[in-house]
């Protein structure tokens, strides 16, 4: 696949779609489970260490389901 569209000069577009759908749906899984995990700007000015962990925690769960509905199949 990547050799083919590499040759037909669709390679950048491809990844350009594919790389905006990720960011959308980034943007529109994190808000829900951030509310899940508690994260709230009262956190963020009150326990910022603790804010930091969770938003790494969410956004990687967040990552792993956009990679596997998008990159891996």
């Known amino acids: ?42 956190l963020k000015a009150t326990k910022q260490m603790k804010w930091v962990g969770l938003m790494n925690t969410v956004k990687a769960q967040v990552e792993e389901i956009i990679f596997a509905e998008l990159i891996y199949t």
């Open 1 to 42: 696949m990547f050799s083919s569209l590499l040759l037909s000069e669709k390679l950048y577009s491809h990844l350009l779609e594919i790389d905006q759908t990720a960011n959308e749906r980034l943007d529109r899984l994190m808000p829900p489970l951030m509310k899940a995990a508690g994260i709230s700007e009262q």
